[in-house]
């Protein structure tokens, strides 16, 4: 049973840092592409960034290009989000997802399991 459990958020002053991680188990994790999305209140849920099997690939949204660094450890099975710059729009719900293959991570119909979330909270 694929199991996703992510930590490390909290309150953060704009223009500080959070780091989630996200802890995997019941699947062989070097072998899924994994994601981290976000989701507003009121909003949907949105693609935040992702990173191939290996975590040579990866990909941002533009709203958190240059200022969030995924990263994964595979000895580990841990995938990690470094946000730095944050700013009171990057207030939502994060959730660790893990891809249906090994190289395609970009979308949502990528990601076939979800983490419950953790709440990032940036004031101004």
């Known amino acids: 049973q694929v199991e996703l459990v992510e930590s490390g958020g909290g309150q953060a002053q704009a223009g500080g840092s959070l780091r989630l991680s996200c802890a995997a188990s019941?699947?062989?994790?070097?072998?899924?592409?994994m994601g981290w999305f976000r989701q507003a209140p009121g909003k949907e849920r949105e693609f935040v960034a992702g990173?191939?099997?290996?975590?040579?690939?990866?990909v941002y949204a533009p709203s958190v290009k240059g200022r969030f660094t995924i990263s994964r450890d595979n000895n580990e099975n841990t995938l990690h989000l470094q946000m730095d710059f944050l700013t009171p729009e990057d207030t939502a719900v994060y959730y660790c997802?893990?891809?249906?293959?090994?190289?395609?991570?970009?979308?949502?119909?990528?990601?076939?399991?979800w983490g419950q979330g953790t709440q990032v909270t940036v004031s101004s």
């Open positions: 997802a893990r891809g249906y293959t090994s190289n395609r991570f970009e979308s949502y119909a990528d990601f076939d399991s």
């Open positions: 019941g699947y062989i994790f070097r072998s899924k592409a």
């Open positions: 990173i191939n099997w290996y975590g040579v690939t990866t």
